[in-house]
Structures are given as structure tokens and as C-alpha cells.
């Protein structure tokens, strides 16, 4: 079956450090995305792509960079990871470019720890 | 720019109840609404999906409504069970230019537990 994973499922970094947060999806999906979920924010998009070598900044990108190589994976690195990036971090794929009826998939989660 | 807002934060009933779920945005030009499921560690699994035109939808126990023009959708649970325990979440897609964007817009969420 088709899946969408994230890796590492936890990872506790120290300030400063660089972190790359994996994530791989089998659907075959254009659309990749990139959020975070902190209490009282929801999900907020952080980077999004619509295809291999396309990427877009979302609502809070600062300080987070992705790049897309193929279909599959779209990573995101924190450059330099700061307490204030502490969160669950979520990735997910669509197939269409904006159709009324397609969904985004969701991974499980990385939860990242910034001391 | 699009606020998404859910009522109540979090919700407590026994089992068996019929309940209701809120979720109000403030910009009606919206692609679609998602209703999300997120269980504790996990992550989010799509219920419901209701596009622009559309005044509900229903999948087994739950029925999705929409009021675009009023900025209102509502998720009703009928016979709630403990396995229903878990975070709900609504998201709008943004209408843009007549088409649609990709971007999803969530709301914070449900915290929603049934008591056997």
C-alpha cells in the first residue's frame, strides 16, 4: 500500500545545531507540504512543493529550507535550530494541482526537542 | 486573511451521546472543507470532505454540514463511542483567482473524549 513516512519519529537537538527532518512518500504525489503543530496555532504550513525542483515558502518559513531532488521526498532542514522550533512536525502529499475533491495525506509526525 | 476557529477547545461526553462540533472561518471564498481525525502520536487521517457547492456530507455516524455564506461547518457524531476519542480538526482550502490553491488552513482543533 501506499504510505507517506517520517524520520526520525523523535529527535531532541541542541540550539545552534543543523537538523534535517526526512520525509518519503510512495503515492506518486506532485504536492508535497511541510507543517508544524504547536498548542493554540493548529497546523501552520511551513515550505510546500508542487514538483520536483519547485518549492514555495509557507506561513512560517523562516529559518527552515526544503528541496525537492525527485517525486518521492521532500526534506526540511533547520539551519540553525532555535528553542523556538520545538514542535511536532508533520509532512503531507496531494496528487492534483488544487481539485475540489483531492485530500492531503498525512505522515505520522516528528516531534523535535530544541534544548 | 483566513482565520480558522473551533468550538468548543474541548469536549467531554458519555457514551452514547449525539454531539456537535464547530469549526467558523472568516473569509467565505473557499475551495472546500476537510473535517481531520488526529489521534494522540498520530497523524491526520481526512473524514470528510465538502466542497464549496455542497451543503454536507456523511460517512457511517457523522454528518458534516456547510454555510459558506455564514462562515459555519458542523461535525455531528450521532451514538458516540469511546473509540471516537481523538482530536478533531477542520480545514479550509482558499479559493484564489476562481480556481483553487493547495494550501490547506486549519483550525486548532477538538479535543473531543467519550466516557464508556
Known amino acids: 500500500d501506499a504510505e507517506i513516512t517520517q524520520s526520525p519519529r523523535h529527535k531532541i537537538t541542541e540550539t545552534g545545531r543543523q537538523v534535517t527532518l526526512a520525509c518519503h512518500q510512495t503515492w506518486n504525489h506532485n504536492n508535497m507540504f511541510w507543517y508544524r503543530q504547536d498548542l493554540g496555532h493548529g497546523l501552520r504550513l511551513i515550505h510546500y512543493?508542487?514538483?520536483?525542483?519547485?518549492?514555495n515558502k509557507g506561513e512560517v518559513s523562516d529559518g527552515y529550507s526544503v528541496s525537492r531532488s525527485n517525486t518521492e521526498d521532500l526534506p526540511l532542514t533547520l539551519e540553525s535550530a532555535a528553542s523556538s522550533q520545538t514542535s511536532v512536525y508533520f509532512c503531507?502529499?496531494?496528487?492534483?494541482?488544487?481539485?475540489?475533491?483531492?485530500?492531503?495525506?498525512f505522515g505520522p509526525g516528528t516531534r523535535l526537542t530544541v534544548l | 486573511k483566513q482565520e480558522v476557529t473551533q468550538i468548543p477547545a474541548a469536549l467531554s461526553v458519555p457514551e452514547g451521546e449525539n454531539l456537535v462540533l464547530n469549526c467558523s472561518f472568516t473569509d467565505s471564498a473557499i475551495y472546500n472543507l476537510q473535517w481531520f481525525r488526529q489521534d494522540p502520536g498520530k497523524g491526520l487521517t481526512s473524514l470528510l470532505l465538502?466542497?464549496?457547492?455542497?451543503r454536507e456530507q456523511t460517512s457511517g455516524r457523522l454528518n458534516a454540514s456547510l454555510d459558506k455564506s455564514s462562515g459555519r461547518s458542523t461535525l455531528y457524531i450521532a451514538a458516540s463511542q469511546p473509540g471516537d476519542s481523538a482530536t478533531y480538526l477542520c480545514a479550509v482550502k482558499k479559493e484564489n483567482y476562481g480556481g483553487a490553491t493547495n494550501k490547506l488552513i486549519f483550525g486548532t482543533g477538538t479535543l473531543l473524549a467519550v466516557q464508556p
Open positions: 503531507a502529499s496531494s496528487e492534483s494541482s488544487g481539485g475540489a475533491t483531492d485530500t492531503q495525506y
Open positions: 465538502i466542497q464549496s457547492s455542497q
Open positions: 512543493s508542487y514538483g520536483v525542483q519547485d518549492t
